[in-house]
């Protein structure tokens, strides 16, 4: 059964292994992204060609006082976290929260559409230890196609907490979690790492190789290492020789590659020189969703591929190996490079985006942040920043959306004139009384209820250099006050917000 496609044989009658291999073969998959991997940004990748996605990283506790709630008005299933559980300086904010006034009745931390997302959907899990990771794991499991644990997140608080990259050099713990997650579920456990070495494949080799013998039945290499900065290139050369030596030894299980895939040609590449199982998108995908589109298709009014002009470098396929250094910082021209036809505008992008996010109730704040991450290409890598089409019909900037206030003003400002239905509209002969009217009429009474509590100072964008000294600033308070055991929750800041955290509530990468 191949990635995405109907079948009468559900995912659920097979076995995990099965199951993985259905799931990531040839597949072309959403990353989790703090903040972006919501419903919206989800449905809007399936709807544009990709196989499969995942939701953002849910630290292990913060699912544990959530209340699954199927939400029949929009046909969801919603893990809310009661307005009661949390502490009353963030209850204050919630019940305070005009443009959101649904947040009186709790934050939604994960909602998913089971009519959408059936068997398309990973939930990624942050962890360091195994008897957490089961507790997280089986309160969703039924909701979703698999489980990934994240090892390869590199920032202070999953570092400290034992989670993230910390798990990279702890293989034992590592692999405790993903043997303990295998002999208790029947779907399939995956892990999603970083490179262990900037040259030198063998420590990856070996960390992916114990992982495996754990149990893990798909594994996703980002190609950087802790401390790279997404503004430089993936090491694609250290990249690709880890997962040629896995494809060669370990080909029962899929390896998907991650990292920098900002065109066609570069998806092609690595495919290619690795004979990777997937690829997956994480800043590429909010730069432009037409990276998910089949690139075996052709674009309307592309008759043949020498019309759409086919990328130089596979005319170079027969000769000599183009170095993967040259490869990156090209620029990749042709059918299958920065001007793509296969590719989309990016003003409909964001309009379908913010569409969606109507559709699915988002916290207006959350659909503000990654509208901004849309239209910025500030941690893209350098190399590639001049190839970036940043163009946008409407002449939309950051500042002009930071000065949004709700969804209404982002819909007003992006032009978005379309209505989504809501799954009961199909009862309906015109659809009109169950669907979300987006331009044309007033969108408050639908258009922020329900979000999550995902909040950041509009700095962040306007002014990063002095947001960030601020943070800097505020996290050595933070340590100078530290002295036995962790900082409360209550005062651990969010990376891109300055808000204070319930108990439960996950940090952010």
């Known amino acids: 059964m191949s990635p995405g496609t109907s079948s009468t044989m559900t995912l659920s009658s097979l076995s995990p292994t099965e199951a993985a291999q259905s799931l990531f073969t040839n597949s072309t998959i959403l990353a989790p992204m703090v903040r972006a991997s919501t419903t919206p940004l989800r449905t809007l990748a399936?709807?544009?060609?990709?196989?499969?996605?995942?939701?953002?990283?849910?630290?292990?506790?913060?699912?544990f006082p959530a209340e699954r709630i199927?939400?029949?008005?929009?046909?969801?299933?919603?893990?809310?976290?009661?307005?009661?559980?949390?502490?009353?300086?963030?209850?204050?904010?919630?019940?305070?929260d005009g443009d959101n006034p649904d947040l009186c009745a709790g934050a939604v931390l994960l909602r998913i559409d089971p009519v959408l997302e059936r068997d398309r959907l990973i939930y990624q899990v942050?962890?360091?230890?195994?008897?957490?990771?089961?507790?997280?794991?089986?309160?969703v499991v039924r909701d979703v196609a698999g489980v990934d644990v994240n090892m390869g997140c590199p920032k202070k608080f999953s570092v400290g907490g034992g989670m993230g990259s910390a798990l990279l050099s702890d293989p034992k713990r590592a692999?405790?979690?993903?043997?303990?997650?295998?002999?208790n579920i029947s779907k399939p456990v995956s892990a999603k790492i970083r490179l262990l070495h900037p040259t030198d494949p063998r420590p990856t080799l070996d960390f992916v190789r114990s992982l495996i013998n754990a149990g893990a039945n798909a594994i996703t290499i980002h190609g950087r290492i802790v401390g790279d900065e997404s503004q430089t290139n993936a090491r694609w050369d250290t990249l690709v020789e880890v997962v040629k030596h896995l494809k060669a030894t370990e080909s029962g299980v899929p390896i998907i590659v991650n990292g920098d895939l900002y065109t066609h040609a570069d998806i092609r590449e690595m495919r290619r020189r690795t004979g990777c199982d997937g690829v997956m998108l994480a800043r590429p995908a909010l730069y432009n969703m037409g990276l998910f589109r089949n690139n075996e298709e052709k674009a309307e009014g592309v008759k043949n591929e020498d019309e759409g002009g086919p990328n130089h470098h596979e005319e170079e396929e027969e000769k000599e190996?183009?170095?993967?250094?040259?490869?990156?910082?090209?620029?990749?021209?042709?059918?299958?490079?920065?001007?793509?036809?296969?590719?989309?505008?990016?003003?409909?992008?964001?309009?379908?985006?913010?569409?969606?996010?109507?559709?699915?109730?988002?916290?207006?704040?959350n659909a503000k942040y990654v509208v901004c991450e849309m239209i910025n290409a500030r941690r893209a890598p350098t190399s590639r920043v001049p190839f970036l089409d940043m163009k946008l019909d409407g002449g939309q900037t950051i500042a002009s959306v930071c000065q949004c206030r709700s969804l209404e003003d982002l819909v007003k400002l992006w032009d978005v004139r379309w209505t989504i239905p809501l799954p009961s509209a199909a009862a309906?002969?015109?659809?009109?009384?169950?669907?979300?009217?987006?331009?044309?009429?007033?969108?408050?009474q639908v258009a922020d209820g329900m979000g999550d509590l995902h909040n950041y100072d509009d700095r962040y964008f306007l002014d990063p250099e002095q947001f960030h000294k601020e943070r800097s600033n505020t996290a050595c308070e933070m340590d100078a006050k530290k002295e036995v055991g962790d900082v409360s929750d209550e005062k651990k800041t969010e990376e891109e917000g300055g808000d204070s955290l319930p108990a439960t509530k996950r940090p952010k990468l």
């Open 175 to 183: 692999c405790d979690i993903i043997s303990t997650l295998r002999r």
């Open 70 to 96: 199927v939400n029949s008005e929009l046909g969801t299933i919603d893990y809310r976290v009661p307005i009661a559980h949390y502490p009353a300086k963030v209850q204050r904010r919630m019940m305070a």
């Open 46 to 63: 399936l709807h544009h060609g990709a196989t499969l996605t995942y939701t953002e990283e849910l630290i292990d506790r913060s699912i």
């Open 321 to 365: 190996e183009i170095p993967l250094s040259h490869f990156q910082t090209s620029n990749h021209s042709g059918y299958y490079g920065y001007t793509s036809p296969l590719l989309m505008s990016r003003t409909t992008m964001i309009q379908e985006y913010i569409a969606n996010c109507v559709r699915y109730r988002t916290h207006s704040k």
């Open 428 to 444: 309906s002969t015109d659809g009109n009384e169950s669907s979300v009217k987006v331009q044309g009429s007033s969108i408050a």
């Open 126 to 139: 942050g962890t360091g230890e195994a008897g957490l990771a089961m507790q997280a794991v089986e309160r």
